[in-house]
């Protein structure tokens, strides 16, 4: 395989214009880092021939296929669990697999494949959207329209907007005007309305007018007015039974069937949860039921929603916590406070940071100038002012510190490493500590990034790169202008510009071992 910096760069802004392309907006694939590539168990010179030959693999274990992209030719294709190829590298996109079929595309045109790889839309559409209950939106000359499973055509390309079919309607425009089809494409609900949007439980807010004089109303299935329009001068859309409506500057909350559970008395309302509702009256907050019954007195200066069982409040200046049953269970001694997360909240005393549990014991005392709660890491950033720029460093969940907080930048991995940034006024240097706070790579390298697996790519001042292990352990010496890491393989290609502007690539197991030049 032979890549050159510009190559590489073009790469990188090939994938980028991928997530912002139609595709890219309905593609619900989720990446697990701990599942196996079935790459992995092909003998060892098929994976060196599939390194040679592709420069990205996409592995995600909802896709019968695994995504490729060819170093020749910068086109996507599909090979199989015996990395053959199934679907020809030519595509600029393919999507995932929704219900059995993959979006494509190729020279600005949309198609669809089946799970066996073979095209059941060839690729004549401007966009195509993932399939739902068994239809696909396709946009053809700016109209929209739907295709089903074996490629036709059910809903003919007429309408101004995408159809994305909820409760079986979909929401349609045609000359301006807000109506429902059906998933055969007849017209369920008149043309009629001047906005709309789609279902939902069952339910769906239309409106007539625009702007002051828009009126609201909220229909059934059927086209029937639970709301009749024009009764609210505003609808909000419908979470856990209920939603917002607006009359004459102040707001409440009606139920599906139309009733008004809370009535429009209040200055402001949040849907907090499925049984509880923040409400504003007369500048003080207080907490309703669904059923429009005080649990928590309108009481409070300020307030926040309930997390993990506590709600933040403030009283005059001062912010504390309280349960469901309004009994205080922190006092009222702090300046600001930010909601619980994984049992802990970020505190604020006299311009100071520190952090607490659920019961009020101080984790870490506010004495820093910032504290940021690595969710799910276990451990919160710190930063104190320093004599020319704020210095940050790693603290516990048991306020031990992890990383001394002497440095100008640090990014957290999921891995729990910290890779940490000293800057001067012409470059920076970065080291890296593991989560046990010990100090793999002092503050000395131009790069660092850890690649998954236990491997960490580190460039040298001198720019020249390598693979260590996570025990800080040479891999890959670093000799290198640049290495990729093809986890999907289990091999680096590891590459060396020439002074003709080519580049050579060698090849290593993550043993180490050279496998070919």
């Given at each position: ?357 659920k019961t009020g014991k101080e984790i870490i005392p506010c004495r820093y100038d910032d504290v940021i709660y690595r969710r799910g890491c276990g451990v919160m950033e710190v930063c104190k002012e320093g004599m020319v720029r704020e210095k940050c460093g790693i603290v516990d969940v048991a306020g031990n510190t992890v990383v001394p907080c002497r440095y100008d930048h640090i990014v957290t991995y999921d891995d729990g490493m910290f890779i940490v940034y000293k800057y001067s006024r012409k470059s920076f240097k970065c080291g890296l500590y593991d989560k046990n706070g010990k100090m793999i790579f002092k503050c000395a390298y131009g790069e660092i990034a850890p690649l998954g697996d236990g491997f960490i790519r580190v460039e ?58």
């Open positions: 395989m032979k890549m050159n910096k510009i190559s590489l760069f073009l790469l990188a802004v090939f994938c980028l214009l991928s997530v912002a392309c139609g595709f890219a907006a309905n593609d619900t694939r989720l990446y697990n880092p701990d599942a196996k590539s079935p790459l992995l168990d092909l003998p060892l010179v098929k994976r060196l021939e599939l390194a040679k030959k592709y420069v990205k693999f996409d592995y995600y274990e909802s896709n019968p296929y695994i995504e490729v992209l060819d170093a020749e030719t910068e086109k996507w294709g599909l090979i199989d669990a015996g990395g053959v190829e199934v679907l020809p590298c030519e595509y600029d996109y393919i999507s995932d697999f929704h219900e059995g079929y993959a979006s494509v595309e190729i020279c600005g045109k949309c198609g669809l494949i089946d799970e066996d790889a073979k095209i059941v839309v060839p690729c004549k559409y401007d966009n195509f959207l993932r399939f739902n209950d068994g239809l696909a939106a396709v946009c053809l000359n700016g109209k929209w329209g739907a295709v089903n499973c074996e490629g036709k055509e059910v809903v003919a390309c007429v309408y101004n907007t995408e159809l994305i079919f909820s409760d079986g309607l979909a929401l349609a425009d045609r000359s301006g005007k807000y109506g429902y089809i059906d998933m055969q494409g007849k017209e369920v609900i008149p043309f009629k309305y001047d906005s709309a949007r789609p279902f939902v439980y069952g339910l769906a807010q239309v409106a007539f007018g625009c702007g002051e004089e828009k009126r609201y109303g909220v229909i059934d299935r059927h086209g029937n007015e639970v709301v009749p329009c024009g009764k609210y001068d505003g609808i909000g859309n419908f979470l856990y039974g209920l939603a917002e409506v607006n009359l004459n500057g102040k707001c409440g909350f009606i139920d599906k069937s139309g009733k008004e559970v809370v009535p429009c008395i209040y200055d402001d309302c949040r849907t907090v949860s499925d049984s509880l509702l923040m409400l504003e009256s007369g500048d003080k907050w207080g907490f309703l039921n669904n059923d429009g019954r005080e649990i928590v007195p309108f009481l409070y200066d300020d307030a926040e929603a309930y997390s993990e069982g506590l709600a933040a409040v403030c009283m005059g200046d001062k912010w504390g916590f309280i349960d469901k049953n309004n009994n205080i269970v922190i006092p009222f001694v702090y300046d600001g406070v930010e909601c619980f997360v994984d049992g802990i909240a970020v505190v604020y005393v006299d311009g100071k940071s520190g952090c607490i549990d040298k001042r001198n720019f020249k790169t390598g693979i260590y292990d996570a025990s800080g352990n040479v891999v890959v010496k670093p000799r290198y202008d640049d290495i990729l890491y093809f986890d999907d393989l289990g091999i680096f290609v590891c590459e060396v510009e020439n002074d003709d502007g080519s580049v050579t690539c060698h090849y290593y197991d993550t043993r180490g071992n050279l496998l070919d030049c």
